[in-house]
């Protein structure tokens, strides 16, 4: 789809400059923005797709947080944690004027979505869980903690697509190498040595593995703040982070959330897959 978003800023409260996405959306739309936000080492351009068809309808914005894509750097890694990436995005909201919204996050995104409904209930009109929950699996912890911060470069996009593939083969089996380039074309940038490099601050591992940063603590009670928000909880069958067993507690703490799995998949989902992208048009018809 074309691009049909408009490139802007914001600024953190400690200085940072920081970018988002503005769909602007149908002209005349007053209603709830959709918020897209993305996962640890992601960036905006993995709602690219997504965005531009919810855009038909809805505004969406997308962040990327500090020290991923565009956004500046944290001279601090130790800000690079969840409760400040929604410090960061709450002064996104005010400057932007946005009292409700409906939330897509992704993994990180989804822990996001649940402070942010934590600190201000009743503002979330519905949102998207991909592939997370209150409660994590240390498996796909440990599994995300051997790769992230890890500072390779390659020299062309095959080479990277390659690595990708030895990372991640095991959540993505079907993927062929043109879906491995694209991957890498999405977490991936050319970088000022002429090398493709991960887009994001490698010091991000730093905080990830101190307990508490990967997830924060007493998740069930932030999740509580979504009873009877109007929710798509979306697995992949193959995930390590999002049991089936916290599926299930999910949906018994929020009997408005719709579970739907992704097969074939791990974590995460693209959003992008047939199963995802319906079960989102039938949660914002609703909205």
């Known amino acids: 789809m074309a691009n049909t978003y408009e490139d802007r800023n914001w600024t953190s409260a400690d200085g940072l400059s920081l970018y988002y996405r503005d769909y602007a959306g149908p002209d005349g739309y007053d209603g709830p923005p959709v918020l897209c936000l993305h996962g640890l080492t992601r960036n905006s351009r993995d709602f690219a797709d997504l965005a531009a068809h919810l855009a038909q309808t809805r505004r969406v914005i997308v962040p990327e947080m ?6 500046d750097y944290a001279p601090d890694s130790a800000t690079y944690n969840p409760l400040q990436y929604c410090a960061d ?3 996104l909201l005010s400057e932007l004027g946005v009292t409700r919204f409906i939330s897509v996050g992704t993994s990180m995104g989804g822990l996001m979505t649940m402070l942010l409904a934590a600190s201000k209930p009743g503002r979330i009109a519905a949102c998207v869980m991909n592939d997370i929950g209150p409660e994590i699996n240390p498996v796909g912890i ?13 020299p062309t996009w095959i080479h990277a697509a390659r690595s990708l593939a030895e990372v991640h083969s095991a959540s993505f089996p079907d ?7 694209d991957a890498a074309k999405q977490g991936l940038v050319v970088s000022q040595n002429g090398r493709i490099s991960h887009d994001y601050d490698m010091a991000i591992a730093d905080p990830f593995k101190e307990p508490g940063n990967a997830a924060p603590p ?25 049991t089936p067993e916290t599926v299930t507690q999910m949906g018994v703490r929020n009997p408005a959330m719709t579970a739907v799995t992704v097969p074939r998949i791990g974590h995460a989902p693209t959003l992008d ?15």
């Open 218 to 242: 007493d998740l069930w009670g932030a999740y509580e703040a979504l009873r009877d928000v109007p929710m798509v909880l979306i697995r992949g069958e193959l995930s390590d982070l999002l």
């Open 175 to 181: 993927y062929d190498l043109e879906d491995w380039l």
């Open 142 to 154: 440990e599994r995300i903690s051997g790769y992230v911060g890890q500072a390779r470069s390659y």
């Open 66 to 71: 500090r020290g991923r894509g565009q956004s």
């Open 273 to 287: 897959e047939t199963e995802a992208r319906a079960a989102i048009d039938a949660l914002l018809a609703k909205v």
């Open 89 to 91: 995005v709450e002064a």
